[in-house]
């Protein structure tokens, strides 16, 4: 069965506008600081890229592979490491960048994770904050957009690894009993 998306909820033009903004933000946040920016792949590819030539100031970059997800379009609940950090955190300041925050156990597991290597700080990017999804309180300090409970694709975010090169964001209008989990 071929999935179906509707339109773009947040358009290519909306998503450049809003990380140029993020980027001049952060820029001016982490000026005379030693910054680290920590994709979290894959989802935030598309994020990141734009967002770290948004930020006009020397940065180190780094990824990590995590997945809560096992295919699914629900959260299986338990957060795996699958690829970890190349550059030593200890005393850097450290942001995250994620793709979306929705039950917030994934930005959780990673603050708790990280925080053990010792970084001076840790903050947390999303392109995009599901506020009612929230199970676990965590602060995110550079928020994208806000968007309501639906599934979304697009701009990184994916469906079965499908849909992750549409430039803009569009929500999923089919998805299977079977993948919710229900």
Same mark, same amino acid.
């Given at each position: 069965?071929?999935?179906?998306?509707?339109r773009?909820?947040?358009?290519? %033009?909306?998503?450049?506008?809003?990380?140029? %903004?993020?980027?001049?933000?952060?820029?001016?946040d982490?000026a005379?600081?030693?910054?680290?920016?920590?994709?979290?792949?894959?989802g935030?590819?598309?994020?990141?890229?734009?967002?770290?030539?948004?930020?006009?100031?020397?940065?180190?970059?780094?990824?990590?592979?995590?997945?809560?997800?096992?295919?699914?379009?629900?959260?299986?609940?338990?957060?795996k490491?699958?690829?970890?950090?190349t %550059?030593?955190i200890?005393?850097?300041?450290?942001?995250?960048?994620?793709?979306?925050?929705?039950?917030?156990l994934?930005?959780?597991?990673?603050?708790?994770?990280?925080?053990?290597?010792?970084?001076?700080t840790?903050?947390?990017?999303?392109?995009?904050?599901?506020?009612?999804?929230?199970d676990?309180?965590?602060?995110?300090?550079?928020?994208?957009?806000?968007?309501?409970?639906?599934?979304?694709?697009?701009?990184?975010?994916?469906?079965?690894?499908?849909?992750?090169n549409l430039?803009?964001?569009?929500?999923?209008?089919?998805?299977?009993?079977?993948?919710?989990g229900?």
């Amino acid at each position: 069965m071929e999935r179906i998306f509707g339109r773009p909820i947040v358009t290519q %033009e909306q998503m450049r506008t809003r990380i140029r %903004e993020l980027g001049r933000q952060i820029t001016a946040d982490y000026a005379n600081k030693d910054l680290i920016l920590v994709g979290i792949l894959k989802g935030a590819y598309a994020f990141y890229a734009d967002l770290a030539r948004a930020i006009r100031l020397p940065l180190r970059v780094d990824f990590l592979v995590v997945t809560s997800y096992s295919g699914k379009a629900k959260s299986s609940g338990r957060v795996k490491m699958v690829t970890d950090l190349t %550059e030593d955190i200890a005393g850097r300041d450290v942001l995250l960048v994620e793709d979306i925050v929705d039950s917030g156990l994934t930005v959780q597991y990673l603050i708790n994770t990280l925080a053990k290597r010792k970084p001076k700080t840790i903050k947390v990017c999303a392109l995009l904050s599901k506020p009612e999804r929230r199970d676990k309180q965590v602060m995110i300090d550079y928020v994208g957009f806000e968007i309501p409970n639906q599934y979304v694709v697009g701009y990184g975010l994916d469906y079965q690894q499908k849909y992750r090169n549409l430039p803009y964001l569009a929500v999923l209008d089919k998805v299977d009993e079977a993948d919710q989990g229900g």
